[in-house]
């Protein structure tokens, strides 16, 4: 499951999410995710899996890369579904028994909850799977550049964001080793109660925080020696320009919460 976690990862390719600006992929997942908590029916969430189906194929990650991104996320889709299921009342009833009911609009929440979530997950996948760190970087830092009017350090923001998700993947496979060097060892991981379980993972925590600190003490060290003081006076070899397929992008974007409006007018709520 550890290994499965493939949030921050960089996917190399040249699609055309890859050529885009960062600056508008960032704007246009943002607005994708505020739509897609928008939708009230069934028609307008199809539109966003829709949206997202059409990136995905052009993205140019291949689609068991994205289906590796929705696995960690499988027990929230389980836990979620029962509790929608069993415990939202409307409609018809399918089904009864003691103080549980299956009905037709807690069927209804639950499928629409579960694509949801799906459709949420693989749009944030995208934008890190299609966008390198350092593009990521300057993309948050001239999105929020507003900010420094009001004294706020923009770039130590971004630069904190940024690296906060370039060192998941090494986290991940810090733990993976540290949980193999245990079984190794003779630590049983798998089984037991879950408090045994619970104080198994003691062993895997400690050396995992260790390793955390000291990385970023290396960190912080190489960044000192190398004079980095931050976004004042900083220049930049690649200069971010806006092309015709960014407005491209833009524009089918716009179109496509426009029609989620739309749908939300002329359709009766799910949720």
Not at 26 to 52: R, Y
Not at 112 to 122: C, D, G, N, S, Y
């Amino acid at each position: 499951m550890i290994s499965d976690i493939t949030f921050g990862q960089y996917y190399p390719a040249k699609s055309v999410l890859h050529k885009a600006d960062p600056r508008i992929k960032l704007l246009l997942t943002f607005l994708m995710i505020v739509f897609l908590f928008v939708c009230k029916n069934f028609f307008s969430l199809a539109v966003m899996v829709f949206v997202t189906v059409l990136a995905t194929v052009f993205s140019g990650v291949p689609f068991k890369v994205i289906l590796k991104s929705i696995r960690p996320v499988l027990v929230i889709l389980i836990f979620t579904t029962f509790l929608n299921i069993f415990y939202t009342k409307g409609g018809t009833v399918y089904f009864e028994f003691w103080k549980f009911s299956v009905t037709e609009k807690g069927i209804n929440n639950a499928v629409f909850t579960v694509i949801r979530i799906i459709t949420l997950v693989v749009l944030s996948s995208l934008l890190t799977y299609t966008t390198t760190p350092t593009d990521l970087t300057t993309g948050l830092e001239r999105l929020l550049s507003p900010l420094n009017l009001i004294h706020i350090k923009v770039h130590t923001l971004a630069m904190m964001m940024t690296l906060a998700l370039r060192f998941i993947p090494t986290l991940i496979e810090e733990t993976e080793r540290i949980m193999n060097a245990q079984k190794a060892r003779g630590a049983d991981l798998e089984t037991g109660s879950l408090i045994q379980r619970a104080k198994a993972l003691i062993p895997i925590f400690v050396p995992l925080m260790v390793s955390s600190f000291r990385r970023a003490y290396e960190l912080a060290f190489a960044m000192t020696c190398r004079c980095y003081t931050g976004g004042e006076g900083r220049t930049r070899m690649k200069q971010m320009k806006l092309s015709a397929r960014d407005f491209v992008l833009l524009a089918l974007c716009l179109i496509a919460c426009a029609g989620v409006i739309v749908l939300n007018i002329f359709f009766e709520p799910v949720i």
